[in-house]
């Protein structure tokens, strides 16, 4: 009977012992699974511009293999080609074109081919709502108002064209879009730069990986929104608002404490003394710099 008894514990100890495998096996599987899954669907961020034409811009795209195209601004009148190029390739449909804010080195190559699309087709174009005497009070030669102006001429009763508020959130095939900051009435009171400070200040995040975009914040509005959404602004990715430039960054990087880091800066530009302190500072903090000189310059959400 004892015999028996022994016989039996060890029959049910090896049955248990080959479910316990077997599930530990699916849930491997299940996990391998979800990762491959996450990784087909992952959405690439890259970034353009070159040491070569020695022009500052801002043009990004985020892809995924679905098809999915979203274009952040664009960069200059003559980066068109290199725009046009990039969204053939990526297979001429722009889901959502996202201006950050008006200015030349970033709506140019917009305002050309909005105005000629050469087949290129645009579902949707997000931008910041400026109030143009506000601007034009404080506008300076830099800023050249008139291309402010020519993206109002043309966007003028387009049915693609959403404003973006500081709160709005966006969603495209599980990609989420948070926006933080964008022009509103109150601005005025705390900054004369009307057109940088306008700029959409937004977080992109998919499975649990995100970037900030930044457009051209200045440090004071940068710190604003520490204060306003502090650990909100935590993100893996990070594009260094005003092209890297800029005193008094320190704060905001922390709050973000990025793996990574985009400086949209020409090799001449980075060289300026604000911008080799930014990139010192991210260093520092264990942020991997990536520029216009840089071999790769993607990474992606997934």
């Not at 050469?118 to 830099?142: M, S």
């Not at 057109?195 to 975009?213: E, Q, R, T």
């Not at 905001?252 to 003394?273: C, E, Q």
């Amino acid at each position: 009977m004892k015999y028996k008894k022994q016989i039996f514990i060890t029959l049910f100890l090896v049955i248990l012992c080959s479910f316990s495998i077997t599930g530990a096996a699916a849930g491997r599987g299940g996990r391998r699974a979800d990762r491959r899954a996450a990784s087909k669907n992952a959405w690439t961020v890259q970034q353009y511009g070159s040491d070569s034409d020695g022009s500052q811009s801002m043009f990004y795209t985020i892809s995924n293999r679905k098809g999915k195209l979203i274009v952040i601004d664009g960069g200059w009148k003559q980066n068109e080609s290199r725009v046009r190029s990039a969204i053939q390739r990526l297979g001429n449909n722009v889901d959502l074109w996202i201006i950050t804010h008006p200015h030349p080195d970033h709506v140019g190559a917009f305002n050309a081919i909005v105005s000629n699309p050469q087949g290129i087709r645009i579902r949707k174009v997000l931008a910041p709502k400026i109030n143009p005497a506000v601007y034009q009070k404080y506008a300076q030669e830099w800023d050249e108002y008139s291309i402010f102006e020519e993206f109002n001429g043309i966007m003028s009763g387009a049915g693609n064209l959403q404003y973006i508020k500081g709160g709005d959130t966006i969603d495209i095939s599980g990609l989420s879009l948070q926006f933080f900051s964008s022009y509103d009435g109150r601005l005025e009171k705390t900054s004369k730069d009307i057109c940088n400070d306008s700029s959409l200040v937004f977080k992109a995040a998919y499975n649990g990986k995100s970037m900030i975009f930044t457009g051209d914040i200045n440090s004071r509005r940068a710190n604003m929104l520490v204060k306003k959404y502090g650990k909100k602004l935590r993100s893996n990715y990070l594009q260094a608002p005003h092209h890297g430039n800029n005193n008094k960054r320190e704060r905001f990087f922390k709050a973000v404490r990025p793996r990574v880091t985009f400086i949209d800066a020409p090799s001449w530009l980075r060289k300026f003394p604000a911008v080799k302190h930014n990139i010192s500072v991210l260093k520092k903090q264990g942020s991997r710099i990536i520029t216009y000189g840089s071999s790769r310059r993607t990474v992606k959400l997934k």
